[in-house]
């Protein structure tokens, strides 16, 4: 009598939906495929991308996320209608929805960070033809974006550099060479502790590590405005004697835990096994849910 029509996640599936329901596809894109075929409209959003509480880099680096990781060019990849519906099942796909779960985040700063640059991604790829999408070129022009987010006082996701983890050994001397998930963005370094800023020393060559030592880097644009800050710390290390192995087996063992939370090996340690064993090949193997995997 008020005109309102029903939507919900695609739990609605599994009681019967009215004819009108619309389908808020989460768990995946199969109900958002099964609620298309049988008519009922469709917004896809399921957590593979687009869920902008999870990981955009590294769970192990980043503030508390979730731990499934979905970066920047995963979102961008996002295809919205399934290879499954034909033209006219395929009419009934609204569009998507971007996700944002505040349990682990605390700060509207925080949210922001969450969302950009990853709903500007959503959103290239909704309102443009799949055939036109060219990720280098989006994020080359995301240099323009980023500099527009900082003039408006915006919190955004600066990814940090890459070649190092917090715990490195060596055994003599050892080259650390950093990287830039997105070109031509700054790295700048210290080797004495402190928190690098744009008067640090920039990165432009491999740095030779000769004693311990902590070094910290941090990707920073040109505005000042810049990443987490990665942290290496560097002792002396000596090989020991090589230990010989026996019993040799064929194959990969493995062990399939599963848990809320899983960023390490160590992690791993109280949580449920649910299946173990070994492998001939590098695939998931039976009773191993697939979804959060890359």
């Keep these: ?3 309102r029509k029903l939507i919900g996640w695609d739990e609605i599936l599994e009681g019967g939906l009215a004819p009108e329901a619309t389908v808020m596809s989460w768990r995946g894109t199969k109900g958002g495929i099964k609620a298309a075929k049988e008519g009922h409209d469709v917004v896809m959003s399921p957590t593979s991308h687009c869920y902008f509480d999870y990981s955009q880099y590294n769970p ?19 295809n919205p209608i399934p290879a499954e519906l034909n033209e006219r099942e395929a009419k009934h796909i609204l569009g998507a ?3 944002i779960w505040t349990e682990k985040i605390y700060t509207p700063n925080r949210v922001e960070v ?8 959503l959103s290239e790829v909704l309102w443009t033809d ?12 995301l240099m323009n974006f980023y500099t527009r987010l900082s003039w408006l006082n915006y919190h955004y996701f600066v990814p940090m550099p890459t070649g190092m983890a917090n ?17 031509n963005f700054p790295i700048y370094y210290t080797m004495d ?10 990165y432009k060559k491999p740095l030779k590590i000769a004693k311990p030592i902590t070094v910290k880097a941090k990707t920073i644009l ?4 810049g990443s987490e800050v990665m942290t290496g710390v560097f002792n002396p290390a000596q090989l020991t004697e090589a230990i010989a192995v026996k019993d040799v087996r064929a194959g990969l063992q493995f062990s399939y835990y599963e848990g809320n939370r899983i960023i390490n090996c160590d992690s791993t340690h109280n949580l449920q096994l649910i299946n173990s064993g070994i492998i001939n090949e590098i695939k998931l193997p039976e009773n191993c849910r697939d979804e959060n995997f890359l």
């Design 1 to 3: 009598s008020k005109n």
């Design 130 to 141: 799949n055939k036109q999408l060219d990720f280098t070129d989006f994020r080359n022009r």
């Design 222 to 225: 040109l505005y000042g405005y």
């Design 193 to 202: 502790g402190t928190e690098p800023t744009l008067k640090s020393k920039k």
């Design 167 to 183: 715990e490195n050994m060596y055994v003599t001397n050892f080259v650390l060479k950093f990287d830039s998930v997105q070109q």
């Design 60 to 78: 192990e680096y980043e503030p508390e996320a979730s731990n499934v990781l979905t970066n920047l060019e995963k979102v961008y990849a996002f």
């Design 114 to 121: 969450m969302a950009l640059p990853r709903m500007t991604a």
């Design 97 to 99: 929805q971007g996700n």
